[in-house]
């Protein structure tokens, strides 16, 4: 049942494109795409340009991980220091993150550094904030068993705290990546030469429609496998916790 | 007066912070420490905000905005809500529709740009259409998982009392599966936001995002920044705005997206 309906439309995508109901040059027959994709993958750039955007991945989610997830558990511990970040929070977390670009752009130069940062910023906000989430919302009569047992300081933190708060933090760093994902595929569908964003507007431009798709769909495949994979292993490290993120 | 203290006494750090950044930013900016070019005076950043206002360029952008997140807005949130409690009321339809949704759901909106305008008349409607996307899954989503998540009990309780096809719907379904919806709603709207200035500064040549992208291009920071601000006013307001408004409509549940 799981399959029928992706391969129903796909093969009547296959029929119409084929029979020319619909134009195969605006919607190419999915055989023609894979053909193409597969093609790609191994003589052209598509590999190359895939292999550009994980890496631009990689490190936007490492740059905004590894600061995100102390700040966000210091702002949970310590007010004055939530009290000292909450409105720039506040105020950058609802603004599409893609608008930094330009003023990376002028600050930093165009350049990977930019696309990077911008690609980054979209997560450092989004697990800044489940993690905070993740340590206010936790039973308080944890800290104070805790207390009652006996363990202050460090020891209440890593014992305690961090526990607490570390589905919230995953989650965090589930929806950051994905995130990330997106804005750096925008990125480099406006402002880059390279990558898999950079390749649909490309073929877009030109016309080259079953590159495009074949772009397109590796970008969907890329996004599945993250948000699936990601979601998984949620699964199994925190099997006590049950996710409702969407 | 004592409140209005103690509120005080309470925030001043958020307050202050704040303050203190734009005071110093204006002075570091206006002795050159900060580079003038990329980080222009908060006070210039406001003349040049007042001059886009009182001209007019900024309201035309702004509205040009509204004017396509409410439509996006309204097509996602329809269709959301329809398609999502049609499948959170047949399995057989979620089972068919779930791996379509999966995989078309986490690639990036604006990709779906090209295509959208390979479907629809290119230009503001395609524009509209793929702002839609990101929104009606959101929805769709959250609306499904509200019908999943009433209480099996519940259901049951009411068929037992004779509650049958649009009552059960009208009386018990739909109430209990709100919270989500406007959970779902909130996300949406706010996804628009962000969708519809992507999308802007792709191909748009009005809009907030377009005036953002134009202004990088010909290197009228003052302006960005001015844009930037509107921008981020907007997102608060739709956002912020949006979750009082649920605190007030439905105070007793706890927003489900808070996470």
């Known amino acids: 049942m799981g399959v029928a309906v992706p391969t129903a439309v796909l093969v009547l995508w296959e029929i119409f494109s084929r029979l020319g109901i619909v134009s195969p040059r605006y919607f190419p027959a999915p055989t023609t795409v894979a053909w193409t994709l597969a093609d790609r993958l191994v003589a052209g750039d598509l590999a190359g340009d895939l292999l550009v955007t994980l890496t631009r991945l990689a490190l936007a989610f490492a740059l905004a991980a590894l600061p995100a997830v102390p700040l966000g558990l210091l702002m949970g511990i310590a007010r004055p220091v939530r009290d000292l970040v909450e409105p720039y929070l506040a105020f950058v977390f609802p603004v599409p993150k893609i608008t930094l670009l330009p003023f990376l752009l002028i600050i930093l130069g165009v350049g990977e550094p930019a696309f990077v940062l911008t690609g980054a910023s979209s997560a450092f906000f989004q697990i800044v904030i489940s993690t905070l989430a993740g340590v206010q919302t936790m039973d308080p009569r944890l800290v104070e068993v805790g207390r009652n047992y006996g363990a202050h300081g460090p020891r209440l933190f890593w014992k305690v705290i961090l526990p607490a708060a570390l589905p919230a933090i995953f989650t965090g760093l589930r929806l950051g990546l994905g995130l990330s994902l997106v804005t750096l595929v925008a990125v480099e569908f406006v402002a880059a030469k390279s990558g898999l964003g950079h390749l649909v507007y490309r073929h877009w431009q030109m016309l080259s429609t079953p590159e495009m798709y074949a772009a397109f769909a590796l970008v969907g495949a890329l996004g599945l496998v993250l948000t699936r994979g990601l979601r998984a292993l949620q699964a199994r490290v925190l099997t006590w916790q049950e996710d409702i993120g969407v | ?259």
């Open chain 2, 1 to 259: 007066m004592r409140a209005v203290g103690r509120w005080l006494g309470e925030r001043w750090i958020t307050i202050g912070s704040p303050l203190t950044v734009l005071v110093l930013w204006e002075w570091a900016s206006a002795t050159g420490l900060l580079r003038a070019v990329f980080f222009p005076r908060p006070s210039t950043i406001a003349g040049h905000l007042r001059d886009l206002a009182m001209d007019g360029t900024l309201w035309g952008h702004v509205a040009t905005t509204l004017v396509r997140i409410g439509w996006s807005f309204s097509l996602a949130a329809i269709l959301g809500v329809a398609i999502g409690l049609a499948m959170g009321l047949w399995r057989r339809l979620r089972e068919g529709l779930d791996p379509v949704f999966a995989v078309i759901y986490p690639i990036p909106s604006v990709l779906f740009l090209p295509l959208v305008s390979f479907l629809v008349p290119p230009g503001e409607i395609a524009l509209v259409v793929t702002t839609a996307v990101t929104s009606f899954f959101l929805i769709a989503f959250t609306t499904t998982h509200g019908v999943r998540q009433i209480d099996r009990l519940v259901v049951e309780a009411a068929r037992h009392y004779g509650a049958r096809g649009w009552r059960l719907f009208a009386a018990v379904l739909l109430p209990g599966a709100l919270p989500f919806i406007f959970t779902g709603l909130r996300l949406g709207l706010g996804f628009a936001l962000i969708v519809v200035v992507a999308v802007e500064i792709v191909s748009a040549s009005r809009g907030l995002g377009a005036l953002l992208w134009l202004s990088w291009q010909v290197l009228k920071v003052e302006d960005m920044y001015a844009t930037f601000f509107v921008i981020a006013l907007l997102g608060a307001l739709l956002s912020y705005g949006l979750a009082a408004l649920r605190a007030r409509l439905l105070p007793w549940v706890p927003d489900a997206g808070d996470r």
